[in-house]
């Protein structure tokens, strides 16, 4: 067992439909690591990493059950980008090191990590390719106000928070353009997915 020959990381924007991609890779058998249920662990009760988001954000960002309030916590760090950057600095390194170690336990040729916030967490060298999940703006929001429930104002502020879409674009080795229906979407994965088993076997050819 090693890292993969091929390690391709999915990323786009809030609401781009990275979920959906991800979901039909590994139906065709991908390994799939996912940074947000991986953030989702290390905020659950008991957990180091939320041992230290109280000390730093105070205890009324833990529910009476011992976890993290995802909803207050929002508030606090898409308000306040010093307090954004806190919470990254507790959570990333973590999720960066559950996904190499992860990354290790595999057997296969290649390996999706989906990571919502690459280019911001600046976590580049984990990719051996970029793909990117591009959506139009407006389908964006109407995806997350149907999805989350938020409101524009809140929808506004993670988009915001975000890295533009040109820059998603221009940082892109592939792009899945998810402006059409599921089955165009699916199609454009199953064509990736016989493309990067062959970009794995030439690596471990050549390796």
Do not use: C, W
Request: no cysteine; proline share 4%.
């Amino acid at each position: 067992m090693g890292r993969p020959a091929l390690v391709v990381v999915l990323t786009g924007g809030i609401g781009s439909g990275k979920s959906t991609v991800s979901r039909h890779f590994e139906k065709l058998g991908v390994p799939v690591i996912d940074a947000d249920l991986i953030a989702r662990e290390q905020v659950a009760p008991g957990a180091p990493a939320l041992d230290e988001i109280r000390e730093r954000f105070g205890a009324a960002v833990i529910t009476p059950m011992g976890g993290l309030d995802r909803d207050r916590m929002r508030g606090i760090v898409f308000e306040d980008s010093t307090k954004r950057l806190q919470l990254q600095q507790i959570l990333h390194p973590r999720i960066r090191s559950e996904m190499q170690l992860r990354l290790e336990q595999l057997d296969t040729s290649y390996a999706v990590l989906v990571i919502p916030l690459l280019l911001e967490s600046g976590q580049n060298s984990l990719a051996d390719r970029i793909l990117v999940v591009d959506t139009p703006e407006v389908r964006q929001r109407e995806r997350v106000q149907q999805r989350d429930g938020l409101n524009e104002t809140q929808i506004e502020q993670i988009i915001a928070a975000q890295v533009d879409r040109q820059s998603r674009l221009a940082a892109a080795d592939d792009v899945i353009s998810n402006d059409g229906d599921l089955q165009a979407l699916e199609k454009a994965v199953e064509q990736l997915h016989r493309r990067y088993l062959g970009m794995a076997e030439r690596r471990l050819i050549s390796s």
